[in-house]
């Protein structure tokens, strides 16, 4: 599974695996992959180092990447507490009375939140690169777009590529002259943010769009049957992400969330608001019901929603409150049906990518190589 960018790389298979898991990361890089951390939950950037330093002790010197969150323009003078300040009170007690009604206990006194959402705000990303230009990343991926100009030649000053996600070719023109190097076409079935057309569409629209950048096709994508069809489409490799979650290396820490992915079909996810504000395919709950009821008071913009959720998905997550408990993950779940290590997961990637290729080879009256 080469391409020319996998080469450009240096990796054996064009396979891009987004996680926020290190050891996960780590091991689709050793696996033949690339594997890219995700950076959102590094509120500290001594956390963030520590975990590089982890990836570069257990990537035997294979290539990896980083994943940020940050705007294209910069706000100025705008911190956490200005934010928090305008978070009506009205979708506070819409909080308190859904988790009063599920019964979510409190957390312990001076218990801090586990989850925090202030990743997704410009400055902590921005703490976040200072901490990761000091690695050997080779790779850079913004997933709400473009980053802001100067970010994109702090990268290329060092040799690391590029990356953002589009769900339109509109999107991925303007990401083009932004001086990105590869786009991420994210289809309608991927899990987290994502827009409204589905992956067999917008993979070669994008890559009609931005050529010769190189594309990679995102969403829906759990086969190497999958991976065939995306690279047939013109992409140069494909972005996986939900398919990372029920691997054993991932650390959900809640055997409760893990058995429901499991469990879950192609239909059991929704775009909802719920989460961050923006539309993020995830699991569908009772939660997500909630904040999707008309009779509800609707999400709030982000940063706003995610700030005002955290602490109620942190004592939903602490106490395994099953009605309320999910994730983001794509459509792709309805395949996650066990758990299995990176190196296994790959495997069989590689090993439907070469009856997909045979395949062709034999449809075509070609001999399959």
Known sequence: MQTELSKKLGVEHAVFGFTPFPAVAAAITRAGGFGVLGAVRYTAPDDLARDLDW????????????????????????????????????????????LAKHGVPELAEGEASGWRITGWMEQVARSQ??????????????????????????AHDRG??????????????????????????QGYEAGGHTGEIATMVLVPEVVEAVGPLPVLAAG????????????????????LGSLWLTTTEAELHSRALTDKLLAAGSGDTVRSRALTGKPARQLRTEWTDAWDDPAGPGTLPMPLQGLLVAEAVSRIQKYEVKPLLGTPVGQIVGKMTAERGVQETFDELT???????????????RDAR
């Open 129 to 154: 690169l200072d901490v990761a230009f000091g690695y050997p990343i080779k790779l850079l991926a913004n997933a709400l777009g473009s980053p802001p100009a100067d970010v994109v030649r702090r």
């Open 55 to 98: 990836m570069q002790e257990h990537t035997d010197g294979l290539p990896y990447g980083l994943d940020v969150v940050m705007p294209a323009q910069k706000v100025e003078g705008v911190g956490e507490a200005e934010i928090e300040a305008m978070i009506p009170e009205g979708h506070r007690q819409f909080v308190r009375d859904t």
């Open 160 to 185: 690391v590529l590029v990356a953002a996600l589009a769900g339109s070719a509109r999107h991925a023109r303007h990401h083009a002259e932004a001086g990105i190097d590869v786009v991420v076409a």
């Open 351 to 365: 090993r439907g990518f070469e009856r997909a290729v045979d395949r062709i080879n034999r449809i075509a009256g």
């Open 220 to 239: 829906g994508i759990g086969s190497g049957e999958q991976i065939a069809a995306g690279l047939a489409l013109g992409a140069q490799g494909v972005w």
